[in-house]
Each structure stands twice: as C-alpha cells, then as structure tokens.
C-alpha cells in the first residue's frame, strides 16, 4: 500500500488509537499530522519519532477539539488534509440523573461535533485535490448501548450518522468516508474508565475487565492500536475505493 504523496490529519493522535493509526498511516508513506489539546516537547517528540522512524514528514499541531473554531483552524493550519481521521475522544461513566452536564457537552463537542468542524474545512480541501479519505472512529458504541455511557453513545451513533451523510454528499467523487467502529481497546480511555466502572458494578478491576469490558467482546481479547492502524490503510487503499458510507 502506498500513500506517499497524501497528508493525512489524525485528531486526537498524542496517544492511543489516534497515535496508532499515525504510525500505520506513515509506514505507509502518508505525512502525518499529530494533534491534541496539550503543547508539550514530549507531543512534537512523538511526530519527530515518526519522521525518523518512516522517513514521511510528520507535524503535531495544537488544537482543542472541544472548540469549534480550533477544530476548524486545525485543518487550514495542515493546509493538506487528503486523509482526516476524526478520532479525538473522551469517556464519563455515570447514570443519566447523575451526569454532569459539563462532561455531556464536554463528550458531545469533542467526540461529535468536532468531526462536523473539521470536515466542513477538509471535504473541499479534498474536491480541489481530486482524492479524499474521510475515516471517523466511532466505536461498538456507535451500533449498541451500555448503561451509564449517555453522552458516549450518543456521540457515536451520531458518528455514524455523519458517516452515512458525508459519503452521500461525496457518493460520485474519489472521496470515501467510513466508521471504524472497535470494541475494545486497551488504550488510556479504558484504563481511566476502569475505577468508575469498579464503582457502579461494586468489582474488582480483574472483574471490570472480564465480566464488563470483554463480557460482550466475542472474542475476549482487546483489539490492538496497530489492528485499528492497519484498517484505517486499507481504508485509504484503492482496494477500498468503493467502500463508503460503511
Ligand atoms: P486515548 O485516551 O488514548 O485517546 C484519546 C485522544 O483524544 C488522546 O490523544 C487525547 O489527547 C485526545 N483528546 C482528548 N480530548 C481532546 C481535545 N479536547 N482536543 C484534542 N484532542 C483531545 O483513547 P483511545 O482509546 O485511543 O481513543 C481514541 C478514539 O477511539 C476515541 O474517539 C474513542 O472513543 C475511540 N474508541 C476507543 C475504544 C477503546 O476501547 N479504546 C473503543 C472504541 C472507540
């Protein structure tokens, strides 16, 4: 597979899934453009690590997806954006009576919105280059509901409902969109939901782990970064031209 000549703009990428996708992204010769809320050495590391590493050039921009106006500078600050991966996610675990309407909007506006804001910039970005990738992480989430994940769930059906849109609006250009929808991961987003979890079913962390998280993961095992990494290349591939809209 090779992507080299595209620029692909990962949100949310500083760890995790984002970072993951990066990384297979740049193994397959794409440039990447890291990016989270925070502006530290150890964030433009990471995309100097893979440059050195892959040989693209790779960037780390700044941007708070919560903000509708950075979401948007993000993608004029790339100035390429051939491949826009939505991934940027938060978590909070509670009952709806208990939710705090601060992390409802918190998880509405990054997880939700902010994939609005930067395909209202990037899709005619990608219409002038005659080539675009639009990958938006939603997740086994996105298809089904948990108790206790309101805003989550919300967020990522809602995802998948931009998907469909977006590859309609694109349906008879070279332009595809596409939801990854992974079970679980172990990422930082798990780890931090394992003491609220422990909390509301009274468990043990081993218990969270096996009875909760993975009790619905057919497969009881975690997907890997670099599973998910692989998926959103193949998404990028021409094999996959005529996938859209999924
Ligand atoms: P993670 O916590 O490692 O990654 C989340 C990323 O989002 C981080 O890079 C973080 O810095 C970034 N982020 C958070 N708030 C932000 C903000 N305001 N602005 C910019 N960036 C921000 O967790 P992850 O598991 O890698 O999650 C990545 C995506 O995958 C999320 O959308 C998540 O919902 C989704 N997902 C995760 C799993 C899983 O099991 N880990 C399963 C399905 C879907």
Sequence with gaps: MDLSGKTAVITGSNSGIGLGIAWGL?????????????????DHA??????????????????DMSKADECRQLIKDAKVCDILVNNAGIQ???????????????????????????????????????WGRVINISSAHGLTASPFKSA??????????LTKVTALETAKEPIT???????YVLTDIVEKQVPDTMKE???????VIKNVMLERQPS??????????STATFLCSDAAAQITGT
């Design 177 to 183: 969109c596409n939801a990854i929808c992974p079970g």
């Design 46 to 63: 990471l995309a100097e690590e893979i440059a050195k590493e892959t040989g693209v050039k790779a960037r780390y921009l700044r941007a």
């Design 26 to 42: 740049a193994r397959a010769g794409a440039d990447v453009v890291l990016n989270s809320f925070t502006d530290r050495d150890e």
């Design 220 to 229: 009881k095992e975690f997907a890997t970064v670099e599973q998910l990494g």
């Design 201 to 207: 079913y009274d468990m043990t962390r081993d218990e």
């Design 152 to 161: 989550y769930v919300a967020a990522k059906h809602g995802i998948v409902g």
């Design 92 to 130: 909070h675990v509670a009952p709806i009576p208990d939710f705090p309407m601060d992390k409802w909007d918190a998880i509405i506006a990054i997880n939700l919105n902010s994939a609005f804001h930067t395909s209202a910039i990037a899709l005619p970005m990608m219409r002038a280059a005659g």
